[in-house]
């Protein structure tokens, strides 16, 4: 059985998708970026747009009943794979050892966004 996972702290769906399904001991949280959902703008550079994408990604998956440390898989979209370092250097601070699994790619992304996110979290048994 799937849940819909909803909360107002990270931005509203912009398409047909939920922004986290829980199912089978699971967290899927869809792709997020670093639009703020109280003011609805993107913050400039990677470090703070990363760290509001990880904070919207922290928000579904605590509407969940879950949080960071239950992340397992982590997907990542850039736009500039040259913006990796600022990246990763604030991903270690939502993330602590073991890491999760990641893959990172260049993708081209909407407007002015530099970066996306989404995560699977297992939960506790």
Not at 6 to 14: E, F, Y
């Amino acid at each position: 059985m799937k849940e819909v996972i909803r909360t107002n702290k990270a931005p509203a769906p912009v398409g047909p998708y939920s922004q986290g399904i829980k199912t089978g001991g699971r967290i899927y949280v869809a792709g997020q970026g670093p639009v703020n959902p109280e003011t609805g703008k993107m913050p400039e550079g990677i470090a703070e747009q990363t760290r509001q994408t990880l904070n919207n990604v922290k928000a579904i998956l605590e509407e969940g009943g879950a949080s960071m440390e239950h992340v397992v898989k982590a997907t990542v979209h850039l736009t500039d794979l040259g913006n990796f370092k600022g990246f990763n250097e604030v991903y270690r601070e939502f993330f602590s050892e073991p890491y999760p699994v990641r893959t990172t790619v260049k993708s081209g992304l909407l407007g002015e966004m530099l970066v996306e996110i989404d995560v699977i979290a297992e939960l506790d048994d």
